[in-house]
Antibody, heavy 120, light 107 residues
Framework: QLQLHESGPGLVKPSETLSLTCTVSGGSISSSSYYWGWIRQPPGKGLEWIGNFFYTGSTFYNPSLKSRVTISVDTSKSQFSLKLSSVTAADTAVYYC????????????WGQGTLVTVSS | SYVLTQPPSVSVAPGQTARITCGGNNIGSKSVHWYQKKPGQAPVLVVYDDSDRPSGIPERFSGSISENTATLTISRVEAGDEADYYCQVWDSNSDWVFGGGTKLTVL
């Protein structure tokens, strides 16, 4: 069974770039069977999809975040990453990495989540 | 953009049946997925593709769909079912979309 684990700074300054990494175990990050994605939950609010990456290199981003988001994969480390630029306090959230099976659009596996606070 | 509408809260007594709805334009033409989210924990997929259950999810959790409403039904509700529940779809214009979430309270 796939396992995912997020890592990265818990505090980011306004206007800087948030960078998180998700390490995958129990399956191949190069597999055609999976999409890799990021979702976040601001304090007291609901889940918000950020973006997904497919092994072919295709990326899909939330239109509201598209200008600031980049998702990439490092197959040698079995990791995929999220970069969110020009952050503000509104980007404070718990960030989750998650996996979809290709052919379905549901997130089957999730990391435990990591809280990122944007503050000076 | 595509919008999914959920009631903010649903309350039910233990042993009873909880029904959580998710409304969206022509949602019956989409595949709807449901997640359980407890405080401090990662979301858990409880129903996918309208009515299928992932391995390990009790049969008490079921899903159904009509033209404009999807429903998550939890039978014989237990105290441990108290959580926020989110519906989610994929839309060709909006990509992956979550509903606003419903807080299930077990009385």
């Amino acid at each position: 069974q796939l396992q995912l684990h997020e890592s990265g700074p818990g505090l980011v300054k306004p206007s800087e770039t948030l960078s998180l990494t998700c390490t995958v175990s129990g399956g191949s990050i190069s597999s055609s069977s999976y999409y890799w994605g990021w979702i976040r939950q601001p304090p007291g609010k609901g889940l918000e999809w950020i973006g997904n990456f497919f092994y072919t290199g295709s990326t899909f981003y939330n239109p509201s975040l598209k200008s600031r988001v980049t998702i990439s994969v490092d197959t040698s480390k079995s990791q995929f990453s999220l970069k969110l630029s020009s952050v503000t306090a509104a980007d404070t959230a718990v960030y989750y990495c998650a996996t979809l099976y290709s052919g379905t659009y549901a997130f089957f596996y999730w990391g435990q989540g990591t809280l990122v606070t944007v503050s000076s | 953009s595509y919008v999914l509408t959920q009631p903010p809260s649903v309350s039910v007594a233990p042993g009873q049946t909880a029904r959580i709805t998710c409304g969206g334009n022509n949602i019956g033409s989409k595949s709807v997925h449901w997640y359980q989210k407890k405080p401090g924990q990662a979301p858990v997929l409880v129903v996918y593709d309208d009515s299928d259950r992932p391995s390990g999810i009790p049969e008490r959790f079921s899903g159904s769909i009509s033209e404009n409403t999807a429903t998550l039904t939890i039978s014989r509700v237990e105290a441990g079912d108290e959580a926020d529940y989110y519906c989610q779809v994929w839309d060709s214009n909006s990509d992956w979309v979550f509903g606003g979430g419903t807080k299930l309270t077990v009385l």
